[in-house]
């Protein structure tokens, strides 16, 4: 039997498999749960989450804007620049100003940085309850193409030495 095996082929196959395994799973939702006491945007800390430069994301949440859990309350609260009505989700990237999710918002981290989520409301010490926001962040598209691009190099440079390096086993 005659058997081929070509060095390209092995250093390709590595690449490949090296790369594959490299390749973030990020595309997963990660349920935060944010607290209406302990994530308030007026005293408590934030709900947070790690995103990576050039990441999109998306917060979702099944709590009305507006609702301070199980009630709805007027006028809006105003605090850093933003004017929202009382329990609504509100998030802020790193020390950036705050911006209103809602029950839904989709974005892009610019940088590796922290998503903050706060429970919105001017005095968090009568505060209850929770929101469960879903969190979904997927890599750039110019990062996956960056990626095929790199594989085509890889296999490029493999079948233009493929003639070079084989060896033959009897």
């Not at 390749?23 to 790690?50: C, E, F, K, M, Q």
């Not at 994301?57 to 709805?72: S, Y």
């Not at 009505?85 to 999710?101: H, N, T």
């Amino acid at each position: 039997m005659n058997s081929k095996f070509s060095t390209a082929g092995f250093v390709l196959s590595l690449a490949l498999s090296s790369v594959v395994a490299a390749v973030p799973s990020r595309a997963a939702t990660v349920d935060v749960i944010v607290d209406a006491y302990l994530n308030s945007s007026s005293g408590g800390t934030p709900a947070t989450i790690s995103l990576t430069a050039g990441e999109t994301f998306t917060v979702t949440a099944g709590q009305p804007a507006g609702t301070k859990i199980g009630q709805a309350f007027i006028p809006p609260w105003t605090q850093g620049g933003l004017t929202a009505p009382y329990g609504a989700l509100v998030g802020e990237i790193g020390l950036g100003p705050f911006f209103l999710i809602g029950t839904s918002f989709t974005g892009f981290s610019p940088s590796n940085d922290t998503l903050k989520l706060f429970y919105w409301d001017s005095n968090f010490e009568d505060n209850s309850g929770s929101i469960t926001a879903f969190v979904t962040a997927v890599p750039e598209a110019s990062t996956w193409a960056m990626m095929i691009l790199g594989f085509f190099g890889v296999g490029l440079a493999a079948y233009r030495r493929k003639s070079k390096l084989i060896f033959r086993f009897a």
